[in-house]
């Protein structure tokens, strides 16, 4: 079976090396695209390829037709929405995601910047600390578990909401859940969102609910731009001038939220994910899942039905 990297943005030569060390160990072929700058060249690779790997590349109905021969695409990340996972269904395609993988990166960048925003941006005026802060995850998956696990070594009181998740699985973890979404903005000092992006998530952080949070309230955002409702959150944060946003995914309206000076930050990229553990970690879990697929049938990682 001949597999394809195909990444704009290119993992690391490290996770390449272990990415080629499980796939033709398993003896499938490996082919790699990097770097490319035209969707003409990936259309070309895939061409032949029985398996993809990619990052944040997007898979979608044109990609898909010209992959005549392609059983498998895996995104090397948890987030999928790069996928048409219809499209994917439609080809008799798997299209699978490697959770977990990048959750401790993804956690340590959400505390670095709450750190960062309590610490009013570092310029020089005193902030406050994060010990005894009530904490509210906005979902408990892989993320917001690690995140939960920082957290509680920073002093803070951990609170999660997850739509999923039993609340009794949350309070085995130490948390404590709350019955839902508006709760856990009217209980907590900070919010980080960790929510997929959904029909019913996109646009859902709004005004209404942002605006439950009590004085001082920071919300985060490492999970998706879509689920913020950026000009409500522009006219809340204009109402409230206690309130701070913080991100790595850069908003549409980013001009607008710079003028909350010391109050937004965004990182100029996401940057979740972009560690070198989780690059390789990520990479690795995609090969392995591909070469299970094709050894057993294993689609155990599939997102679309």
């Given at each position: 079976m001949k597999v394809l990297i195909a990444t704009e943005k290119p993992f690391a030569p490290v996770a390449v090396e272990g990415?080629?060390?499980?796939?033709?160990?398993?003896?499938?072929?490996?082919?790699i695209l990097e770097k490319y700058t035209d969707k003409a060249q990936l259309l070309?690779?895939?061409?032949?390829?029985?398996?993809?790997?990619?990052?944040?590349?997007?898979?979608?109905?044109?990609?898909?037709?010209?992959?005549?021969?392609?059983?498998?695409v895996v995104r090397a990340g948890a987030g999928f929405d790069n996928i048409d996972l219809a499209a994917a269904t439609a080809h008799n395609v798997v299209a699978e995601n490697t959770p977990g993988?990048?959750?401790?990166?993804?956690a340590e960048l959400v505390m670095g910047l709450l750190v960062f925003a309590v610490r009013n941006f570092y310029n020089g005026k005193a902030g406050t600390e994060l010990k005894g802060k009530k904490l509210g995850l906005l979902a408990f998956g892989n993320v917001g578990r690690n995140v939960a696990r920082i957290a509680k070594g920073f002093g803070m009181d951990v609170y999660a909401y997850d739509a999923y998740c039993p609340?009794?699985?949350?309070?085995?973890?130490?948390?404590?859940a709350v019955a839902n979404q508006e709760a856990l903005f009217e209980t907590c000092d900070v919010v980080s969102l960790h929510i997929p992006a959904t029909p019913e998530t996109k646009q859902s952080i709004n005004y209404a609910l942002v605006g439950k949070m009590k004085k001082g309230g920071i919300l985060v955002n490492t999970a998706r731009k879509e689920v913020i409702n950026e000009p409500e959150l522009i006219k809340l944060m204009q109402e409230r001038e206690d309130l701070k946003f913080v991100t790595d995914i850069m908003p549409d309206a980013n001009e607008e939220f710079c003028k909350f000076e010391a109050r937004y930050f965004?990182?100029?990229?996401?940057?979740?994910?972009?560690?070198?553990?989780?690059?390789?970690?990520?990479?690795?879990?995609?090969?392995?899942?591909?070469?299970?697929?094709?050894?057993?049938?294993?689609?155990?990682?599939?997102?679309?039905?």
């Open positions: 990415i080629r060390k499980e796939i033709e160990g398993a003896g499938h072929e490996l082919a070309d690779a895939v061409k032949d390829a029985n398996a993809l790997i990619i990052r944040s590349d997007k898979v979608d109905a044109e990609v898909l037709d010209a992959a005549k021969e392609l059983k498998v993988q990048n959750a401790n990166a993804v609340a009794t699985v949350i309070e085995e973890a130490g948390v404590h965004s990182t100029p990229k996401k940057m979740g994910a972009q560690t070198a553990e989780a690059n390789i970690n990520a990479g690795i879990a995609a090969a392995k899942q591909i070469n299970a697929y094709f050894a057993t049938g294993d689609t155990r990682f599939q997102v679309n039905k």
